[in-house]
Nanobody, 126 residues
Framework: QVQLVESGGGSVRAGGSLNVSCVGF????????MGWFRQAPGKEREPVAS????????FYADSVKGRFTLSKDNATATLYLQMDSLKPEDSSMYYC????????????????????WGQGTQVTVS
């Protein structure tokens, strides 16, 4: 069993930065891919970025490329998302997710590919 706990959300002005973190507990050896999704009220959950824990290969949504950066610490099973140049449209609940298998181009953005989810952390950009 895997448990994911997010932290680091908050409120920021447009153009500002935030760093959100996700710590994995439990059988993290069984999770090869970790990622971030976000969901605003009344909207579908959308992919933000994902990373292969073993290789560091990462994938980003077009809307965040060049502004958001994923990093990881496998020793502590922690995933970080550095968010720069934030826009009001980035406001959302951000969810950490983990999948058993490696992320690939065809799967990294599919919420159904991920079997483990955190409770979310709110990011508000005004």
């Amino acid at each position: 069993q895997v448990q994911l706990v997010e932290s680091g959300g908050g409120s920021v002005r447009a153009g500002g930065s935030l760093n959100v973190s996700c710590v994995g507990f439990g059988a993290m050896y069984a999770s090869s891919c970790m990622g971030w999704f976000r969901q605003a009220p009344g909207k579908e959950r959308e992919p933000v970025a994902s990373i292969v824990r073993g290789t560091g290969t990462s994938f980003y949504a077009d809307s965040v490329k060049g502004r958001f950066t994923l990093s990881k610490d496998n020793a502590t099973a922690t995933l970080y998302l550095q968010m720069d140049s934030l826009k009001p449209e980035d406001s959302s609940m951000y969810y950490c997710a983990a999948a058993r298998d490696d992320c690939r181009a065809a799967s990294w953005s599919d919420p159904g590919y991920f079997g483990y989810w955190g409770q979310g952390t709110q990011v508000t950009v005004s």
